[in-house]
């Protein structure tokens, strides 16, 4: 009995996730804004979450506290949730929008790249589709 003879019939979306989410389900590498390339997460900080989760269109800070109505964004599923805001090495907080606070980058002031809901204290999102990874 040979258990080297399965095959890996995994998908391609699959195969690009395993090389940023480690066995234990955290991010194998740093988490960079895609406009500056400043670090937003260090390898092994957060842990991958699948969340349906609206965001609006990437912009500068100031655009993005604009009250909701006919706002222009994605629905992304694919998350980095960190727990602990002290966790970030370097990450931005919009105005409260409603209930939620936007995630951007603190260096050039892009987003928003996640999302926090202030009923929760311990969930910060980051959309993996915002981030670049290194």
């Known amino acids: 009995m ?3 003879d399965q095959q890996n019939t995994q998908p391609q ?3 690009e996730r395993s090389d940023l989410v480690s066995e234990d389900g955290r991010n194998n590498k740093s988490v960079l804004c ?9 390898p092994g900080m957060a842990v991958f979450a699948e969340k349906e989760l ?4 990437m912009r500068k800070k100031g655009n993005l506290s604009s009250p ?3 706002v222009d964004g994605d629905t992304l599923n694919a998350h980095w949730l960190v727990d602990d805001m002290y966790t970030f090495e370097n990450v931005g907080f919009t105005n409260d929008v409603g209930r939620i606070k ?3 980058c603190a260096d ?4 928003p790249i996640g999302w926090h809901c202030l009923d929760d204290k311990k969930s910060f999102y980051v959309a993996v589709e ?3 990874h290194a």
């Open 68 to 70: 909701e109505g006919s």
């Open 2 to 4: 040979n258990n080297n």
């Open 102 to 104: 936007y995630l951007i």
């Open 34 to 42: 895609q406009r500056c390339g400043s670090k937003v997460l260090c």
């Open 130 to 132: 915002r981030v670049n």
């Open 13 to 15: 979306e699959s195969s």
């Open 108 to 111: 050039c002031e892009i987003g």
């Open 54 to 57: 609206f965001l609006p269109s």
